[in-house]
């Protein structure tokens, strides 16, 4: 199992541009979510799906779109990026909400 | 909302000495969750804790899941350089959403050779 992958693994953009980080697992994983991480905020929640179809919002939604069409993909969507939203960027995958959580490699995102 | 306060926030040792990190909280949790931080890289589970006052080990690490279910340890014993991370403690509610999976900010261990 290739586990949980994140690509780009880098990525600079420019204020206003839009983009989609991609997040893919294959261990059959009910839940995924987004995080980012800043220096000394710890990781924080985006947004998160409980199953193909099924989308929320976490902590720090703003500026962020989701979609889960498959249980394997979970794309993350800057519409309009800004540069509050430089920061590295995690997804992870769990089986079932009692159990823990796996981490992607993450993604870098600088925005100009 | 539900917050973990992790201690310390940094740490530097010497190779070979032992490590004790915590997480506690005001809100009960039913799950305990320790994960370590490379550089540039994801976070890795080390340890998960499923039931007040369960002691868990991985190797030289230890763990435990406190009795009153607010707060929960992770030892280090005979740290070594390959230690050096950032280590994150994660609370979990049981039949909630990905928003109940709360982090603690971190604890940054530096190990001098």
């Known amino acids: 199992n290739a586990g949980v992958t994140q690509t780009p693994k880098f990525q600079v953009l420019k204020t206003g541009q839009s983009m989609t980080l991609q997040c893919a697992q294959d261990?059959?994983?009910?839940?995924m979510s987004w995080y980012r991480q800043d220096p000394g905020m710890g990781l924080r929640l985006i947004h998160y799906s409980v199953g193909a179809g099924i989308t929320d919002q976490g902590e720090v939604p703003n500026g962020y779109n989701v979609s889960r069409s498959t249980t394997e993909d979970f794309p993350l969507r800057l519409l309009s990026a800004a540069p509050s939203q430089t920061s590295v960027y995690f997804c992870?995958?769990?089986?079932?909400?009692?159990?823990?959580?796996?981490f992607g490699p993450g993604t870098r995102l600088t925005v100009l | 909302g539900q917050q973990l306060n992790q201690s310390p926030q940094s740490m530097f040792i010497q190779e070979g000495e032992d490590v004790s990190m915590n997480c506690t909280s005001s809100?009960?949790?039913?799950?305990w969750l320790w994960y370590k931080q490379d550089p540039g890289e994801g976070p890795v589970l080390l340890i998960a804790?499923?039931?007040?006052?369960e002691l868990t080990s991985n190797g030289r690490l230890t763990a435990q899941f406190g009795i009153t279910r607010k707060d929960s340890f992770l030892n280090i014993s005979a740290s070594i350089p390959s230690d050096v991370g950032i280590y994150f403690c994660a609370g979990l509610n049981y039949g909630g959403s990905q928003g109940n999976l709360i982090f603690g900010k971190g604890t940054k261990l530096s190990v001098k050779p």
């Open positions: 804790l499923y039931k007040a006052g």
């Open positions: 992870a995958s769990r089986a079932g909400s009692a159990l823990g959580q796996f």
């Open positions: 261990m059959n994983h009910e839940y």
């Open positions: 809100s009960i949790f039913n799950t």
